[in-house]
């Protein structure tokens, strides 16, 4: 499951530099948020 959540957040991370380069003045936490969802609390 790990390795799941490892793909998800490095695509989601991926997602998040796009945005930011296409919209420069938002600020964009996708990434942090998701990361710090606890293993506990994922749907499969």
């Known amino acids: ?7 998800g957040l490095n695509r989601m ?5 796009e945005l930011q380069q296409r919209f420069s ?4 936490k996708f990434y942090k ?3 710090e969802i606890p293993e ?4 499969i």
């Open 1 to 7: 499951m790990t390795y799941m959540k490892v793909v």
């Open 13 to 17: 991370r991926e997602v998040e530099t």
């Open 40 to 43: 506990s609390d994922w749907l």
């Open 33 to 35: 948020k998701a990361s």
């Open 25 to 28: 003045d938002l600020d964009f």
